[in-house]
């Protein structure tokens, strides 16, 4: 079974500070992870995924994330905050493995993150 | 290209009714998902639908179902609601491809008050 862990469901940075938000996964195949941003009254944006290669990818907005499996772990990050950061932020895993099954995303519970002036 | 499109935005039912909810997934994309968001369980996936075809299912109740049309429309129906069923449902499309995983777009959903 796969499960998604998200350390802090709050957490509140200053304008221009780095952001960390940190993801831990649990899999037993070779994971697909992803972190999705959700704005208020909005859907899921995707803003970078893992699936195979590198494993510092980059996504959109200045937003990056390395993935370590020796730690299990898919923390995303920002050099620098900005007032439009302020959302809530999504970790999944997908049970993908190759095949043409899309496969079922299993999120962590979610962080929601705070800009302040 | 247009998103993903849910309707309605917005549904207030009474416990006991059966609501239906649409999706029309992006143009090209087979494969339509499923989920509910609530603030106690968070993100839980419901369902997948490719070729009108269920071939994934979570962990919920019979008195959840969808269906997908031929054009990869999805409905997602829910019988007889509940107060817990009260929730945001998103919807996500994305296309198929042997060997190549293709990421899930999401709808804005659709947010339903069970009273």
């Known amino acids: 079974a796969q499960s998604v862990t998200q350390l802090g469901s709050h957490v509140s940075v200053s304008e221009g500070a780095l952001v960390l938000l940190r993801c831990n996964y649990s899999?037993?195949?070779?994971?697909?992870l992803f972190w999705y941003v959700q704005y208020p009254n909005q859907g899921l944006q995707l803003l970078l995924k893992y699936t195979t290669g590198a494993t510092l990818v980059k996504g959109i907005n200045g937003f990056e994330a390395e993935f370590k499996k020796s730690e299990t772990s898919f923390h995303l990050t920002k050099p620098s905050a900005h007032m439009s950061d302020a959302a809530e932020y999504f970790c999944a895993v997908s049970s993908y493995h190759g095949s043409s099954n899309t496969g079922k995303l299993i999120f962590g519970q979610g962080t929601t993150l705070q800009v302040k002036p | 290209k247009a998103g993903v499109t849910q309707t309605p935005r917005y549904l207030i039912k009474t416990r006991g009714q059966q609501v239906t909810l649409s999706c029309s997934p992006i143009s090209g994309h087979r494969s339509v998902s499923w989920y509910q968001q609530t603030p106690g369980q968070g993100l839980q996936f419901l369902f997948e639908y490719f070729s009108e075809t269920q071939r994934n299912k979570g962990n919920f109740p019979g008195r959840f179902s969808g269906r997908q049309f031929s054009n990869s429309r999805s409905e997602m129906n829910v019988s007889t609601l509940e107060l817990g069923d009260s929730a945001l449902y998103l919807c996500a499309s994305s296309l198929v491809g042997q060997g190549v995983y293709n990421e899930q777009f999401f709808g804005p959903g659709t947010r339903l008050t069970v009273l």
């Open positions: 899999s037993s195949v070779p994971p697909y």
